[in-house]
């Protein structure tokens, strides 16, 4: 689960690392009396979208006065603001943060993430902050540093000095301090919060030897969430697909892609597959849907309904291979959804495995006009052929 | 020969009396699996099929001399699930559990490592030697005795491998699932170095997907010491950077974790890698030829 900037900041500030004076807006009046109740020249005002990418899209404006504070406010609100991580329809902005303006002396990049290979967490350190990461580590490798913590020691101060003393220019003495502070605090979050990223870019050390975290984002491991029911409330259902969250409510696994051959697969892996196939074929998927190893039958009709409602889907493919989930459940949930929805678009259906027999039996008596593929690659041919 | 299961394992299924569990339990024994013991705490006593349940695995161990555990316990439970398994003296867990939070199996790599034990999984389809045993949730049917190994990050993707191979007329060794989450018990590598030394294996089917670097890693292996053949596949080419394709580990992110990328590793590595899923079967059969 995402978490807006102002939700990660809130609950950074709740685990001792300073954060700007901020208040959350969603309309120009809430705006004007949080420029009110926060100190400056200068505000900043930033949209709470999801999607990176803000500042370069226009999404983060450093402002003078009271006024500029609620006339940004209003031209940022209720508009979609396009990032190179929204696509191309962007991201409507439903709230802003206004903040207090911070004098900086020099940006850092902090960010814990788990390391898969080592199978614990690891924090990354650079000095190179507010920039983008991944071109720093693509161009200027040597300038990231990286600690792994052992999960059965926890945080050490070693482990803060070994990043910290990595700085080709250290900070000052004095805020040495604040620096291995936030350092310890931004591991005990991670652990607490079950997050699977948290990333402040920039961490900055103020003009007046203060470290604070400017930018932020959160991700919380979602196989946690059942253990923390006080994030649930920050959960933004506007942030979703309207598509993926009616798949959501019936335990399928959907994602809206963007081209125009739907899939319908039981497994992950076999649905990523299945799209390249697709994409072989000379055709492009229009989502990834994985029904699960179980599916009722139910879950098989609610399905096809998620895919139909993709107005630009011209043909679906259904690719099951029948283990725990039996190829005549999926027959009789294809059918039934097919009658339900009167459907006219190719529908080419490939079975394999448990009780294949039954489902092509299934599907032959139903009346209707399925694509029957005996095997993947007759089933990309048919794909082929609609496009 | 097939690797870390066989005819005389004797397994525990850890969650036995849940839906899934009473189910696949049935389902292994129908192959003739040795299902042993079943453990459910507080409801020891009891019997799903036959095979009696106890309160604790190192009940199941003492009493039925258990030296495999198949885990079906909910998430939230896991975790303890597999250290207690691991903790009794078993020594393969295959833990089928789908959603295990991450940072519990963190704990969970962390007290593994320096034990011989062998956890295969989470959220995996399981292990199976065909003929011999199946623990786990694949389809037995489909499979057939034979030469080839197959090892995977997915289920059905491995289901789809697996009957591809045996309509070639490839049988297999032993295949197993080694899981979709980010943190895993066992790599690509720790299986490869097994099928090294079966002289039963004559040739590897990898199956890897986005996300990730286990198959670079895979590849670097197999170039420096592995002495037969590797015919790989890897889903997920179109997947879009950022989002997670089902499997938890199926996410690309910051640039990593790409199916070309992996791709072209395996290829400089000289492995044969079939891009396409529908001619797996076929490359297999041409490599082994």
């Known amino acids: ?387 | 020969m097939s690797i870390l299961v066989d005819e005389k394992s004797r397994i525990v299924v850890q969650g036995i009396t849940g839906k899934e569990g009473a189910f696949h339990t049935k389902q292994m024994l129908d192959y003739g699996t040795k299902v042993v013991a079943g453990v459910t705490p507080g409801k020891g006593g009891q019997k799903v099929e036959g095979v009696p349940v106890f309160n604790t695995v190192r009940q199941a161990v003492q009493k039925e001399g258990a030296n495999v555990a198949c885990i079906f316990v909910p998430p939230p439970f896991a975790a303890d699930a597999v250290i207690d398994a691991a903790a009794s003296g078993i020594e393969v867990i295959v833990c089928i559990t789908e959603g295990i939070p991450v940072l519990d199996m963190v704990k969970v790599s962390g007290f593994l490592k320096g034990r011989d034990c062998v956890l295969i999984g989470p959220n995996c389809p399981g292990i199976i030697s065909p003929g011999k045993t199946k623990v786990g949730i694949m389809p037995g049917f489909i499979h057939s005795q034979g030469p080839m190994a197959v090892i995977s990050r997915s289920g059905t993707l491995t289901y789809e491998a697996v009957d591809q191979l045996t309509r070639v007329g490839l049988g297999q060794s032993t295949c197993i699932g080694i899981g979709g989450d980010p943190i895993v018990g066992t790599t690509f590598i720790d299986h490869l170095k097994r099928f090294k030394n079966d002289p039963d294996t004559e040739g590897v089917v990898l199956i890897g997907e986005i996300g990730g670097s286990a198959e670079e890693e895979a590849a670097e292996y197999i170039q420096r010491e592995f002495n037969k053949p590797v015919i790989a596949f890897i889903a997920g080419q179109t997947a879009p950077p950022g989002r997670r394709m089902g499997h938890a580990g199926a996410i690309i992110s910051g640039g990593q974790g790409k199916a070309e990328d992996k791709i072209k590793a395996l290829q400089n590595a000289g492995i044969t890698v079939a891009i396409n899923l529908g001619v797996l079967g076929q490359t297999a059969l041409k490599i082994m030829k």
């Open chain 1, 1 to 387: 689960m995402k978490l807006h900037e102002y939700q990660a900041k809130e609950l950074l500030g709740n685990w001792g690392i300073p954060v700007p004076v901020g208040y959350l807006a969603t309309t120009p009046e809430e705006a004007a009396k949080a420029a009110q109740t926060i100190a400056g020249p200068p505000w900043v005002v930033k949209a709470q979208i999801h999607a990176g990418g803000r500042g370069k899209a226009g999404g983060v404006k450093v402002v003078q006065s009271p006024e500029e504070v609620v006339s940004v406010t209003g031209s940022l609100l209720g508009k979609p603001l396009k990032t190179k991580q929204t696509g191309p329809e962007g991201s409507v902005v439903n709230q802003v943060f206004i903040e207090e303006g911070v004098d900086i002396e020099r940006e850092f990049y902090i960010s814990m993430v788990i390391d898969r290979t080592t199978a614990s967490p690891a924090m990354i350190f650079s000095q190179a902050g507010g920039t983008d990461i991944e071109e720093t580590a693509a161009k200027s490798a040597g300038q990231i540093y990286r600690e792994n913590i052992d999960p059965a020691v926890g945080w050490m101060d070693h482990n803060a000095r070994n990043l910290l003393y990595s700085l080709d220019s250290l900070p000052p003495v004095e805020s040495m301090r604040a620096f291995m502070s936030v350092m310890a605090n931004v591991y005990k979050a991670f652990v607490n919060l079950d997050c699977s990223l948290l990333e402040i870019n920039p961490l900055v050390l103020t003009k007046d030897g203060k470290v604070i975290a400017i930018d932020a984002k959160i991700t919380i491991d979602d196989n946690a969430l059942f253990r923390h029911k006080e994030l649930l409330a920050l959960d933004d259902p506007r942030e979703k697909d309207p598509l993926e969250l009616m798949a959501n409510e019936y335990n399928l696994n959907y994602i809206r892609l963007n081209g125009n051959i739907g899939a319908m697969v039981n497994g992950a892996g076999l649905a990523m597959a299945t799209m390249d196939v697709i994409k072989m074929a000379g055709a492009e998927p229009a989502n990834f849907l994985d029904v699960g190893g179980s599916a009722s039958e139910e879950m098989i009709t609610r399905g096809v309904e998620i895919i139909l409602k993709d107005s630009r889907v011209k043909a679906i493919l259904i690719n099951i291979f029948g283990g725990i989930l039996r190829c005549d459940v999926l027959a009789r949930g294809v059918v039934a959804a097919a009658k339900k929805t009167g459907i006219e678009l190719p529908l080419i259906v490939r079975l394999e495995g448990t009780n294949v027999e039954a489902g092509r039996e299934i599907l032959n008596d139903s009346g209707l006009k399925f694509l029957v593929a005996k095997d993947l690659a007759e089933a990309a041919e048919l794909v082929a052929r609609q496009v």
